[in-house]
């Protein structure tokens, strides 16, 4: 008899995991707890590395659609000073696959193809060890069992309180998005800053970055070392003199005006044309992230080992959720557990390094000293 198999969240993690298993010819049920694909904005622009996202979407035979979607010139990199002085112009070699970017919705969309995901089922709580396997229970009130549950949950996760008591703790650094649109018609030097691909700018304890979408579209970030209240209590060397309302769009922006008070006006004109401002405190699970082994219950992505966003959080959440399908796919009658078992083990290591790295990559990216940023800059990229 087959295994009864759910993973909660249709995210990178989820849908990798649910995509793999379905073209081994394995049911699953996908459990979102947004209502609708489209019931919210979903983020920037994602890099997929060649030996992590690309790898897994060719597990899920999706590697030529990507292919055909991916934006190999959106890896092109400058760095500013806070005058606007261009100090590295970083372009991609022609042909090179290693880290194109592709937009979050087109990656989502692909992922999902056939998949039949349970919209506005939010999972509330997991109770394993039932005689009948594990216990989801759901917002609406609903519970259901499973043999094997997955929580793809993101970073507040619902389902990691099965495993383990952990939870995310505040880094110090703030990120501010904005974003602007039709930036090639509408603010054509603005383009020409940005160029193809990212842009950013370091200062002491704060940056600038803005990066490109497809259709023109540009997520701007306004990075910086706060208390996680600082909207309320605004220290003095901040920048904003009163109490910030993040939900008032003119005063984020003013707030952030005065932040980056000084910087190159050309710099400035990105928050001066952003249109909504969202605040995104970052939050990182303690790492490495272990929990005993718990029969029925497993985490992928970021509810298993949150971390800064430098790039690789999208791309392990998809290599595991492909890594578990085929590891479920292939478990012999009674051996899932096994199998989960074993797959936790490794990811847990790989991810451990990996959290531990990007942590120390923030530290120097949002530092006092900006030659932080340019030297981990000149260390990672390829010249
Ligand atoms: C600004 C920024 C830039 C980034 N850039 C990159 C990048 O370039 N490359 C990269 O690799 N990574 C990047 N990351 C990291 C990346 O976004 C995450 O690591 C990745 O999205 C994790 O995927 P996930 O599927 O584990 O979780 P998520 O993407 O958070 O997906 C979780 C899903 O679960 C759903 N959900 C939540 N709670 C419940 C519940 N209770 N029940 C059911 N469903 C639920 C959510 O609605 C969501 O659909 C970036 C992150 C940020 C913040």
């Known amino acids: ?15 990798t995991f649910a995509r793999v298993l379905h073209r081994h010819g394995h049911p699953v049920t996908v459990l979102e707890r947004d209502p609708a694909p489209d019931a919210r904005p979903l983020g920037g622009t994602l890099d997929l590395h060649v030996r992590m996202g690309q790898r897994a979407l060719d597990k899920a035979g999706l ?7 991916a934006r190999p010139e959106g890896e092109a990199m400058r760095i500013l000073d806070v005058h606007g002085s ?10 090179d696959p290693a ?35 594990a216990l989801v229970r759901f917002a609406d009130g609903r519970q259901e069992t499973f043999d094997l549950v997955v929580g793809a949950d993101g970073s507040w996760s619902r389902v990691r309180p099965a495993l383990s008591p952990a939870t995310p703790y505040y880094t110090g650094v703030t990120y501010v998005e904005t974003s602007l649109d039709d930036i090639d018609h509408r603010h054509p030097d603005l383009a020409r800053l940005v160029g193809d691909g990212s842009m950013a700018a370091y200062g002491a304890n704060r940056a600038l970055v803005a990066q490109r979408n497809s259709g023109g579209h540009v997520k701007v970030y306004a990075q910086f070392r706060a208390p996680l209240d600082w909207h309320e209590n605004p220290p003095p060397h901040l920048g904003p003199a009163t109490a910030v309302d993040l939900d008032d769009a003119e005063a984020v922006r003013s707030a952030m005006l005065a932040l980056f008070d000084g910087w190159a006006e050309p710099l400035l004109d990105l928050l001066r044309h952003g249109t909504a401002f969202f605040h995104r405190p970052l939050h990182v699970l303690p790492a490495p992230h272990t929990w005993p082994h718990v029969p029925g219950v497993t985490l992928l992505g970021d509810a298993a080992h949150l971390m800064p966003p430098l790039g690789v959080g999208a791309n392990l959440a998809m290599l595991e959720g492909a890594e578990l399908a085929e590891a479920v796919a292939a478990a012999a009658p009674g051996a899932l557990d096994e199998a989960v078992r074993a797959f936790e083990e490794q ?24 030659a932080d940023a340019l030297a981990l800059f000149d260390e990672l990229q390829p010249s």
């Open 99 to 133: 880290h194109p970017e592709i937009d979050r919705g087109q990656l989502r969309d692909l992922l999902l193809g056939p998949l039949d995901v349970q919209w506005g089922r939010g999972v509330t709580e997991v109770v394993p060890g039932g005689a009948d396997g």
């Open 86 to 95: 261009v100090l590295r112009d970083w372009q991609p070699r022609p042909g």
């Open 347 to 370: 990811m847990q290591a790989r991810a451990g390094k990996w959290a531990e790295m990007t942590m120390a990559g923030l530290d120097r990216l949002v530092s006092p000293d900006p």
């Open 63 to 69: 590697l030529p659609e990507f292919e055909a979607l």
């Open 1 to 15: 008899m087959r295994q009864r198999i759910a993973v909660a969240g249709a995210g990178p993690a989820g849908l």
